[in-house]
């Protein structure tokens, strides 16, 4: 059983939800990541996804578009973000998983990916641009590396394509709540219930809804029929507020835990 799988399990058996944190790996820099991973692991994260950088976010908005931006400017590479996964492992057990677009895994290697992020203490991948139906050899190295495969569904999904979803996934499904790229909103879409319910038709994987999620009252709604709630821009925004301050990734882990209703949390 993989990370993914027991810390869902441990939530379900206990009456909790999940906390699921986005960051953008390097931003502001990459010992500040390492920094967040543990800092967000303690806040009581469920997951964390970990961002890689890329030239071309078209999946995400101004926010963490410009995270990326940052990141880059360091220059470094996947070889250097899984080595600072790494040397986080050793103080966390928390799940972490890679979301990405295609381009910079294939330019590293699929084969070479899966087996190295296994070894780095990596649980799982999201690609935010490669399809089910393209994503066959993909999956297979993962699973043959004992990584989860994870897909993002959105309220335009056909039953068709959901029930595709359901059988080619592990660890558990992202909904999209609404149509559109990442960001932070004020209100969070009605369809992400409607998307919710549809999914558990043809999955039991536990269901995380992100996109536009951005506050305290957000979280408690979406944890009403969500397994998970994934917060990305708003922390993204603030690390982008805070920049390269010493006490960074502590002040991210406050904010992360003013956002958590632990009432409703392991």
């Known amino acids: 059983m993989g990370r993914i799988t027991e810390a869902f399990n441990v939530l379900q058996?206990?009456?909790?939800?999940?906390?699921?944190?986005?960051?953008?790996?390097?931003?502001?820099?990459?010992?500040?990541?390492?920094?967040?991973?543990?800092?967000?692991?303690?806040?009581?994260?469920?997951?964390?996804?970990?961002?890689?950088?890329?030239?071309?976010?078209?999946?995400?908005?101004?926010?963490?578009?410009?995270?990326?931006?940052?990141?880059?400017?360091?220059?470094?590479?996947?070889?250097?973000?899984?080595?600072?996964?790494?040397?986080?492992?050793?103080?966390?057990?928390?799940?972490?998983?890679?979301?990405?677009?295609?381009?910079?895994?294939?330019?590293?290697?699929?084969?070479?990916?899966?087996?190295?992020?296994?070894?780095?203490?990596?649980?799982?991948?999201?690609?935010?641009?490669?399809?089910?139906?393209?994503?066959?050899?993909?999956?297979?190295?993962?699973?043959?590396?004992?990584?989860?495969?994870?897909?993002?569904?959105?309220?335009?999904?056909?039953?068709?394509?959901?029930?595709?979803?359901?059988k080619q996934a592990s660890g558990f499904i992202y909904a999209v709540s609404r149509a559109g790229v990442t960001g932070t909103r004020e209100t969070v879409s009605a369809e992400a219930e409607k998307l919710v319910n549809r999914v558990r038709r043809f999955s039991k994987l536990p269901v995380a809804v992100g996109f536009g999620i951005s506050n305290r009252s957000q979280v408690v709604d979406v944890l009403r029929y969500a397994d998970a709630v994934v917060v990305g821009s708003a922390i993204v925004q603030e690390l982008e507020r805070l920049g390269s301050e010493s006490d960074t990734a502590e002040r991210i882990g406050k904010f992360a835990r003013d956002l958590i209703p632990m009432s409703d949390m392991l």
């Open 13 to 166: 058996s206990n009456g909790g939800k999940g906390f699921i944190p986005f960051i953008t790996a390097g931003d502001p820099d990459l010992q500040t990541t390492e920094e967040l991973l543990i800092e967000l692991s303690n806040a009581g994260a469920t997951v964390i996804e970990l961002g890689v950088p890329f030239s071309d976010p078209m999946a995400d908005g101004p926010i963490i578009q410009r995270a990326s931006e940052r990141a880059l400017k360091h220059g470094f590479g996947l070889a250097e973000l899984l080595a600072t996964v790494a040397r986080a492992r050793q103080r966390i057990t928390t799940p972490v998983i890679l979301f990405s677009y295609f381009n910079p895994l294939m330019q590293f290697g699929v084969a070479r990916l899966a087996r190295e992020a296994q070894q780095a203490g990596i649980d799982g991948v999201l690609v935010t641009d490669l399809t089910p139906e393209e994503s066959t050899t993909f999956a297979a190295e993962l699973k043959a590396n004992g990584l989860d495969m994870i897909f993002l569904v959105a309220p335009t999904s056909t039953d068709a394509r959901l029930q595709l979803i359901a």
